[in-house]
């Protein structure tokens, strides 16, 4: 019983090593999806040419602030 409560102190209760292992992976994962997701867009968006970049209102120079999301507009 004394290792129990130890254990409980020192907040490793019974499978939250796991709990734990499991959400570090998950937002691995999620952090490589907007990665992989972050670099298409960029690939696409350069692939444009200037006229269509014009078109969408934005230049070159715009990208990495699409990218990140503080693109605004003037």
Known sequence: MGSHVLHDAAGFAPGSVASRWTKLSRRIAD???RRRRRA??????????DRELFDLGITRGDIPA???GTYRRS
Do not use: C, K, M
């Not at 298409?40 to 444009?48: D, G, H």
């Open 31 to 33: 952090w490589r999806e």
């Open 66 to 68: 699409v990218i990140n």
């Open 40 to 49: 298409q867009i960029t690939r696409e968006l350069l692939s444009y040419t």
